[in-house]
Nanobody, 120 residues
């Protein structure tokens, strides 16, 4: 069972950058696909960026393409989300997640979330 802990969220101005980290323990992330999701107040949790379980390629929601990038460091058992050109609509709690069988099958672990607030 993998445990995930996010960090790096904070208040930032429009146009700024942040890098979120997701540290995994209990299982190596080299055998799972990782992803980032977010939830704004009063909204449903939504997909942001993720690795495809089948081939490891990355995908992004349209609104963050070209601004966000997901990456991993297997040696550190950590996944990152680099966020550039932040906008107020990016304000949300960001969660990392892991799947061993594919996102459409099951999510095996969620982190507790880290708050990102983008001021206008």
């Amino acid at each position: 069972q993998v445990q995930l802990v996010e960090s790096g969220g904070q208040l930032v101005q429009t146009g700024g950058s942040l890098r979120l980290s997701c540290a995994a323990s209990g299982r190596t992330i080299s055998s799972v696909a990782m992803g980032w999701f977010r939830q704004a107040p009063g909204m449903q949790r939504e997909f942001v960026a993720a690795e495809r379980w089948s081939d490891g390629r990355t995908s992004y929601r349209d609104s963050v393409k070209g601004r966000f990038a997901i990456s991993r460091d297997n040696a550190e058992n950590t996944v990152y989300l680099q966020m550039n050109s932040l906008k107020p609509e990016d304000t949300a709690v960001y969660y990392c997640a892991a799947t061993r069988t594919g996102w459409s099958n099951s999510v095996d672990a969620w982190g507790q979330g880290t708050q990102v607030t983008v001021s206008s």
